[in-house]
T-cell receptor, first 118, second 114 residues
Framework: EAGVAQSPRYKIIEKRQSVAFWCNPI?????LYWYQQILGQGPKLLIQ????????DSQLPKDRFSAERLKGVDSTLKIQPAKLEDSAVYLC????????????????FGEGSRLTVL | AQSVTQLDSQVPVFEEAPVELRCNYS??????LFWYVQYPNQGLQLLLK??????LVESINGFEAEFNKSQTSFHLRKPSVHISDTAEYFC????????????FGAGTRLAVHP
């Protein structure tokens, strides 16, 4: 079975520019996550989708970050404009579901998209 | 507030020695507990988990962790490590109810030396 696909793997931009990351989850997985992992820190949840609806975006900086999951499959995370502190690895993960009866706690992660903001 | 703390940022150890990576959490509700591992140049993957039942859980490669509710801990142990265990280990907690948001600790870098 194919894993979680992310692109691009690496991106270097100047501050105030924009960038977009794409994620294709494992087929059939209802839940999709975007995490931000800054060097030396653990992954921080930015946004969690259940199918194509947002169930948690409490830590998403909404003045510059946006995310969507059209048709409940692929997802795009956008940063506009980027700041120096946005330099991080952006991890996409998926899981079969989080509602009662489906939750296993196992998230399947992609390899991440490494962003460097200069 | 709900949180998870990994007490050691780095743990150096010699091959075949035992190791313990510590994890504590703070929560007023029931929790699910996990250890994820990230090998060099690879993505995060689940190592083991506690959802319910026996408080001692094991992985296929010899790691084990014990859920201690009174001490709010979920420490990871291995009696004899290998060079191939060198990786970053993340403790993660999900608080029951709602959409089971998964919160990660800051990670512990395990470096196994020959």
């Amino acid at each position: 079975e194919a894993g979680v696909a992310q692109s691009p793997r690496y991106k270097i931009i100047e501050k105030r520019q924009s960038v977009a990351f794409w994620c294709n989850p494992i087929s059939g997985h209802a839940t999709l996550y975007w995490y931000q992992q800054i060097l030396g820190q653990g992954p921080k949840l930015l946004i969690q989708f259940q199918n194509n609806g947002v169930v948690d975006d409490s830590q998403l900086p909404k003045d510059r970050f946006s995310a969507e999951r059209l048709k409940g499959v692929d997802s795009t995370l956008k940063i506009q404009p980027a700041k120096l502190e946005d330099s991080a690895v952006y991890l996409c993960a998926s899981s079969p579901g989080v509602l009662a009866g489906y939750f296993t706690g196992e998230l399947f992660f992609g390899e991440g998209s490494r962003l460097t903001v200069l | 507030a709900q949180s998870v703390t990994q007490l050691d940022s780095q743990v150096p150890v010699f091959e075949e020695a035992p190791v313990e990576l510590r994890c504590n959490y703070s929560s007023s509700v029931s929790v699910y507990l996990f250890w994820y591992v990230q090998y060099p140049n690879q993505g995060l993957q689940l190592l083991l988990k506690y959802l319910s039942g026996s408080t001692l859980v094991e992985s296929i490669n010899g790691f084990e962790a014990e859920f201690n509710k009174s001490q709010t801990s979920f420490h990871l142990r291995k009696p004899s490590v290998h060079i191939s265990d060198t990786a970053e280990y993340f403790c993660a907690v999900s608080f029951s109810g709602g959409y089971n948001k998964l919160i990660f600790g800051a990670g512990t870098r395990l470096a196994v030396h020959p």
